[in-house]
Structure formats: structure tokens, C-alpha cells
């Protein structure tokens, strides 16, 4: 694999542009089991601008994983196995629903690493999203690839010193809920929904949770736990997979403008880990 003709995809960028409809921040708020939601009436939520600009690959240049083929705007990185490992976002403005939305993205680094399923590519992207022509979100997302040495989850790591949370909820990902967040995100990653593929071909024991999904519970729990809250900055990171086979937690600590969330599977181990910026 040649990282020097990958990096040439440094700079290239793509724009979007659509309306923020009111259909997927309702489909979320049913999907978060909200009544009446946190967050504030006619606006799109912290991350609830990922169930826009979304993938609209003919279904003949979908993969045998459910991505779509590679090449196009993301590097054709020739490694089976594509991860959203973690990302960082600046809320600059509300989001108002029913806006004219556009989303300019650029691949701002592609790096090479070695980890202990083999070679692993990294992939920068960064997408600067606008409402009516203003500035609203800045963010940046980390997408590894990696070999085909099997997917198992990695060995425990000593138990660390229980922290203490403010609030914590224990949920179980049942099949139907990551099937309704994959059409949420037209996200067709086998993984979800696709329990043979999941075991036989991926290595996985049972589905896998969406990463952008524990993300969004995290920052549920948050606006759950602080009313009137207003999110000015996310950032987060996986750590090992949660699947849907046993209990995991969402916890959350608080702090004076910043908070702290990670998710826990059935064995304490973390999973993600998150910070949050916010103001009254």
C-alpha cells in the first residue's frame, strides 16, 4: 500500500447541501424514547446533524461489509475493515430546524500506523457546516482502517480505580435499536444488524453498537442530567466495542463548563470516553 499516493487525497474536499427537516430529529427523539425531548424545541441537537448529508451509494456499489466501494472522496486505503474511531466538534450557532443547511468536507491528514491486527491507515476528515449561510458546527472525524486478522474484542485491562459518576443509566442495544439507528444514518455496515456476518466474517461475538449511537447516548445522558444546558464543544473516542449480547452504562460526571461520559460494558471495562464543553 502506497501511503505517499494516499496522502495526495490531502485537500480534496466535497460540499453538501440540503434543509434540516424536522423527520430525523424526530425519528431520534423516538429512538431516545423522549416524550418530550431535552433538547431545545426547533432546533437540531448536539450530533443530531449526523442524520444529515447522509450516503446515497447506488446499491450496486455497495461492498460485501455494507460500506459503499472505496475511492471517491475517501481514499481508496485497500484494507478491509473501517472504524469511526473517535472525533472532536465545535457548536459555533444553533441549528434551526428548517434551515438551508451546507456541508463542506476535507480530508486534512492521512497517516500510517501499525497496531496488533497489523497495518492501520488514519483518515482526518474535517467538515465545517453552515445554517442559512452562517457558521454552526466544526468537526472533526478519525476513521481508522485496518487488516482482516479478525475483530475480537481486545484482552481486559486491569481494573482501574472506580470513578465516580454523577448519573448513570444501564441500557441493553437490542437488535431493533440498532437496526432503527442504522436507518437513521442509511449506515448499511453489517455489523448492526447482520448477526452471522457479525460472527463468521468480522470475528465479532454478538452486534456491534454504532459508535456515533454510544456518542449520541452520552450526550443524552448529559442534556437528561443538565436542563437548560447549551453545548458548545464534543469530543470523544472508542476504546473497545460494545455489543448487544449484555448490559452496558452510560456515566456521566459534571463539572463547572465541562463534563466527563464513558460508556462501560457488563465488565467495567470503558469503552468510550467523552468530554463536554457547555454553558447556561
Known amino acids: 500500500m502506497d501511503i505517499d499516493q494516499l496522502r495526495t487525497w490531502i485537500g480534496r474536499s466535497e460540499r453538501a447541501a440540503q434543509q434540516a427537516t424536522p423527520e430525523p430529529i424526530a425519528g431520534l427523539a423516538a429512538l431516545l424514547d423522549h416524550e418530550a425531548p431535552p433538547w431545545p424545541a426547533g432546533e437540531v441537537p448536539p450530533l443530531g446533524h449526523w442524520l444529515y448529508f447522509l450516503p446515497r451509494a447506488r446499491q450496486s456499489t455497495i461492498g460485501s461489509d455494507g460500506h459503499p466501494q472505496r475511492g471517491g472522496f475517501l481514499p481508496p486505503i485497500d484494507l478491509p475493515r473501517r472504524m469511526w474511531a473517535g472525533g472532536r466538534l465545535r457548536f459555533l450557532a444553533p441549528l434551526p430546524i428548517g434551515a438551508a443547511i451546507e456541508r463542506r468536507s476535507t480530508i486534512e491528514d492521512v497517516t500510517a500506523k501499525t497496531g496488533s491486527t497489523g497495518a492501520m491507515i488514519f483518515v482526518t476528515v474535517k467538515h465545517a457546516i453552515a445554517a442559512d449561510g452562517a457558521p454552526a458546527i466544526e468537526e472533526w472525524q478519525d476513521l481508522v482502517y485496518r487488516g482482516d486478522a479478525g475483530a475480537a474484542p481486545a484482552a481486559p485491562t486491569p481494573p482501574a480505580a ?119
Open 162 to 280: 472506580p470513578r465516580r459518576a454523577d448519573a448513570t443509566r444501564t441500557l441493553v442495544a437490542d437488535p431493533v435499536s440498532l437496526f432503527r439507528y442504522s436507518a437513521l444514518t442509511f449506515n448499511g455496515h453489517r455489523i448492526h444488524y447482520d448477526r452471522d456476518y457479525a460472527r463468521d466474517v468480522e470475528a465479532y461475538p454478538g452486534l456491534v453498537i454504532h459508535g456515533p449511537y454510544a456518542a449520541t447516548l452520552l450526550l443524552d445522558l448529559f442534556l437528561r442530567e443538565t436542563p437548560g444546558a447549551r453545548v458548545t464543544g464534543f469530543g470523544f473516542r472508542a476504546r473497545r466495542p460494545l455489543f448487544d449480547t449484555a448490559p452496558f452504562t452510560l456515566n456521566l460526571q459534571h463539572g463547572d463548563g465541562l463534563a466527563e461520559a464513558w460508556t462501560a460494558d457488563a465488565d467495567g471495562q470503558t469503552a468510550m470516553t467523552a468530554t463536554i464543553n457547555w454553558e447556561r
